[in-house]
């Protein structure tokens, strides 16, 4: 199975990233499904069926925080031609998780991305050109309470994505913050 540690995006996100999408670029070709739309964390790569289980138990140990991020950038990556969208600023509880699971993937022996983590939601694949700038800045205020192991599933379509397993982020609000806020 080819699988990755990643977040999903709450579907009013989604719709809302698609809709933006759709009114501030330019029609491109070869657009990621809305369905799709998420953050990587740690790329695992082909994971045996075998295996998933003991991943899944040594994810449900990992402990970080809830977190809410800004993604208000668009760029573009050359090589592999993706047109995305993304933080200026990270949130130091996102790179906590993200390299949390990417020591979890390495004690498993699977593949850890020697680059930098850059959390991003690709838009467009296979982009030959630097597009246009966007008609209006992305602005998503994005909150982030659970951490989910995907399957990336080949079909007749394009690709799609799967959730096999969530797991939830540890709030450190009190909680008449939460109350107040609407998350109890």
Request: net charge positive; glycine share 4%.
């Amino acid at each position: 199975m080819r699988c990755f540690f990643g977040l999903e995006l709450e579907p009013n996100d989604k719709l809302a990233i698609d809709r933006w999408r759709s009114v501030s670029l330019p029609p491109l070709d070869n657009p990621v499904s809305a369905d799709n739309l998420h953050i990587t964390l740690a790329f695992l790569g082909q994971v045996e069926v075998a295996r998933i289980e003991a991943l899944a138990e040594a994810a449900s140990k990992v402990r970080a925080s809830e977190f809410s991020l800004l993604v208000d950038q668009l760029g573009y990556w050359s090589k592999p031609k993706t047109l995305w969208i993304g933080p200026t600023l990270v949130a130091p509880a996102l790179e906590d998780l993200a390299g949390k699971l990417g020591q979890l993937a390495s004690r498993f022996g699977l593949p850890r991305d020697s680059r930098p983590y850059i959390p991003h939601i690709s838009l467009f694949r296979k982009q030959s050109d630097n597009p246009p700038a966007a008609l209006m800045p992305p602005a998503f205020e994005l909150e982030f309470r659970r951490f989910c192991l995907f399957e990336s599933l080949s079909t007749k379509t394009g690709v799609r994505y799967r959730v096999l397993e969530c797991w939830p982020l540890v709030s450190e609000m009190s909680i008449r913050d939460r109350l107040r806020k609407g998350r109890i």
